[in-house]
């Protein structure tokens, strides 16, 4: 049961265009979700966050909106670039892991692949 | 700088063989885990640890082991048991409280010859 979906596995964009990658969850108890940048065989990095209580996040030229009632979010990039060619996954945060220490549990999607043209 | 180690990069094993694959942070967060990606899935968590000496299975366990007697190290050992073991493994770390996201490592590349 693939509780967060990226239907997209790929995208294609001209330099200097908006990207749009989108991202829908089925669990409406997910309450903060997370968008990381991962280039081949390197780890994923972290891009932006949004918490439930916002309906949108911007940092740079990056945005990502939230739409709850469709359970839904997307990750703008403007203007595009190259460097921004990767795989994207989008992360919702699921249940407390329980124990001291307050961690939890995170629910991948498949991930997008982006390639920025030049 | 703080970050995740993984180590090493690229490994090949033999069917029937055991592996450990490297996890060293040096970023003192509590919780570490190990994931593994496979092309076109999302990352599966396949355990986690929130503190020293205690570690948890989480959805693809099997196959695997793990141990955390150091918080600075979580070494994953991927058995003869594991039937697919041709993957990318990632381990990852995150303080305690709040759960704002993981700090991964670069990534293992396993392959069975």
């Known amino acids: 049961d693939q509780q967060v979906k990226q239907n997209s596995p790929s995208l294609s964009v001209q330099e200097g265009r908006i990207s749009i990658l989108n991202c829908d969850y089925t669990?409406?108890?997910?309450?903060?979700f997370l968008w990381y940048k991962k280039y081949p065989a390197e780890g994923p990095t972290f891009l932006i966050s949004?918490?439930?209580?916002?309906d949108k996040n911007e940092d740079g030229r990056f945005t990502v909106f939230l739409n709850k009632s469709a359970k839904h979010l997307s990750l703008h990039i403007v203007p595009s670039q190259p460097g921004d060619s990767a795989v994207y996954f989008c992360?919702?945060?699921?249940?407390?892991?329980?124990?001291?220490?307050?961690?939890?549990?995170?629910?991948f999607g498949t991930g997008t692949r982006l390639k920025v043209l030049a | 700088d703080g970050g995740i180690t993984q180590s090493p990069k690229y490994l090949f094993r033999k069917e029937g063989q055991n592996v450990t694959l490297s996890c060293e942070q040096n970023?003192?967060?509590?919780?570490m885990y190990w994931y593994r990606q496979d092309p076109g899935q999302g990352l599966r968590l396949i355990y986690y640890?929130?503190?020293?000496?205690?570690?948890q299975k989480g959805d693809i366990a099997e196959g695997y082991s793990v141990s955390r007697e150091k918080k600075e190290s979580f070494p994953l050992t991927v058995t003869s048991a594991q039937k697919n073991p041709t993957a990318f493994y990632l381990c990852?770390?995150?303080?305690?409280?709040?759960?704002?996201?993981?700090?991964f490592g670069s990534g293992t590349r396993l392959t069975v010859v």
């Open positions: 992360a919702a945060r699921g249940p407390s892991l329980g124990g001291a220490s307050g961690t939890y549990k995170y629910i």
């Open positions: 669990n409406s108890m997910f309450d903060y």
């Open positions: 949004i918490s439930s209580i916002k």
């Open positions: 970023l003192n967060h509590d919780a």
């Open positions: 640890s929130q503190i020293v000496n205690d570690f």
């Open positions: 990852a770390a995150a303080p305690g409280g709040g759960g704002y996201g993981y700090t």
